[in-house]
């Protein structure tokens, strides 16, 4: 009777903790598992759709055509999905470099040294970078390095760049249009090619639409390069810096 | 209510409970931060080209993604989270020394100190040992959760909160009633 009793009370002191561990396994499992990678082949499932609304209750058309571009050319141009490799190469890019979420960045020091920013860092933050990536350029010693983060493509002429393309310190961003963060960080990053020369920093953009968060992030991606095909990198900015400023 | 209230004054009041509190606090943030930004902390740490003034002033600044890269939700629930964490821990550790200052001889601690082991695993005084697992958990799995919402699901921290609101609710209860156990 009294081992039933012992046995029924040490059943009740250890049903809260044993409530509290079930729970947390369940809910920190079931996060994880329903947590999709990113995968390069999402991207682009949504591209050919109609164009999504942009920000500010502009449709993307009238935000190409805002940014210097033929509405019809970009109709007829995202309808298409021309670009689909483009942003293809660049979330593969972004994958292949260690990126997992967005913004991802990559600083390219005046050597050729590269460091992985993730997230969108403060600017103080950036700022400090520069500055360690220039002294370790001046030094002789040499010190570690992620193998992963120089996996990214070069920096050329068809990037999106701000600043001048041998810059000797670039970041290349992987972006999301529909990201809150990335937004935030398109602030941070357009302070600091105003706070230096572009011979001295350049700003890389590249692509990461994050599809199972942002479903129509990969079709603002198309619309993006569509408005770069036919306006040039200056419209590319405008459409961007439009997008992501609201 | 008032019993929880009143311990908790008790103990908060006390400035090693508070400092520490405090200092855990920091420590789980910082933590964040390094978990987050692993990589580009280990490169820059470990780099001889760096000052050590430089490789400071490049962590202080880190603490600024709290800022940029939380949502206002998702920091009010982290901040929560790490206070309550620590929380947790001090009257934990206020607990156990209360413990052993009550049991009083050698042999008294030496009974407290196996009677406390024991009862963490259910044996000998089930309720202690039942509450401080709870307090453990409770602290363990939030602290886990929290870690593995990287983008959204900010939402499910809440009951991370709820959680360890409820740990130091039975933690303070159980030291009014720890002379009976």
Redesign the interface.
């Known amino acids: 009777m009294n081992e039933t009793s012992n046995n029924s009370?040490?059943i009740k002191?250890?049903a809260?903790?044993i409530a509290?561990?079930v729970?947390?396994?369940l809910?920190?499992a079931g996060?994880?598992f329903s947590g999709t990678p990113v995968t390069p082949q999402n991207v682009g499932t949504t591209a050919g759709q109609p164009a999504p609304a942009a920000p500010a209750g502009l449709t993307l058309t009238q935000l190409a055509e805002q940014s210097g571009v033929d509405g019809d050319d970009f109709d007829e141009c995202l309808a298409a999905g021309t670009f689909r490799q483009d942003v293809q190469d660049d979330v593969d890019n972004a994958v292949a470099t260690?990126g997992?979420?967005t913004p991802w960045s990559i600083l390219i020091g005046p050597g050729g040294k590269t460091?992985?920013?993730?997230?969108?860092?403060?600017q103080?933050?950036i700022e400090?970078?520069i500055?360690?990536a220039r002294?370790?350029a001046?030094?002789t010693?040499s010190?570690?390095?992620?193998a992963q983060t120089n996996l990214y493509t070069p920096v050329t002429e068809a990037d999106h760049i701000r600043g001048a393309v041998n810059a000797p310190i670039k970041i290349v961003e992987y972006s999301d249009f529909d990201c809150?963060?990335c937004a935030?960080?398109h602030q941070?990053m357009k302070a600091i090619v105003a706070k230096y020369p572009g011979d001295e920093v350049a700003w890389v953009y590249r692509h990461f639409p994050l599809e199972q968060?942002h479903p129509n992030a990969a079709t603002v991606a198309l619309a993006s390069e569509c408005v770069a095909d036919l306006g040039g990198d200056e419209a590319f900015w405008t459409f961007a810096d439009t997008y992501l400023a609201s | 209510m008032k019993h929880t209230l009143s311990v908790l004054q008790e103990v908060f009041t006390q400035p090693k409970y508070f400092l520490l509190t405090l200092g855990l606090s920091w420590l789980f943030l910082t933590s964040i931060v390094v978990f987050l930004h692993a990589r580009l902390i280990w490169q820059v740490i470990s780099s001889p080209a760096v000052t050590l003034l430089d490789k400071e002033l490049f962590l202080f600044t880190l603490y600024g993604v709290f800022g940029t890269n939380f949502s206002v939700f998702s920091v009010t629930v982290t901040f929560l989270t790490v206070l309550l964490l620590s929380m947790n821990i001090s009257l934990l550790i206020h607990y156990l020394r209360r413990q052993r200052r009550l049991i009083g001889s050698k042999r008294g601690h030496a009974a407290g100190a196996t009677g406390l082991i024991a009862g963490i695993f259910g044996i000998g005084c089930a309720a202690c040992g039942s509450i401080i697992m709870s307090a453990i958990f409770a602290s363990v799995g939030a602290g886990g959760l929290l870690l593995l919402l990287p983008f959204h699901g900010a939402e499910i921290g809440l009951l991370g909160i709820g959680l360890l609101l409820f740990s130091v609710q039975q933690l303070t209860k159980q030291v009014i009633t720890s002379r009976v156990c």
């Open positions: 009370n040490v002191d250890f809260t903790p509290i561990v729970a947390g396994a809910m920190g996060l994880y260690g997992r979420g460091y992985p920013i993730n997230g969108a860092l403060p103080p933050a400090q970078l500055e360690l002294a370790e001046a030094s010693e010190a570690s390095e992620s809150a963060f935030r960080f941070t968060l």
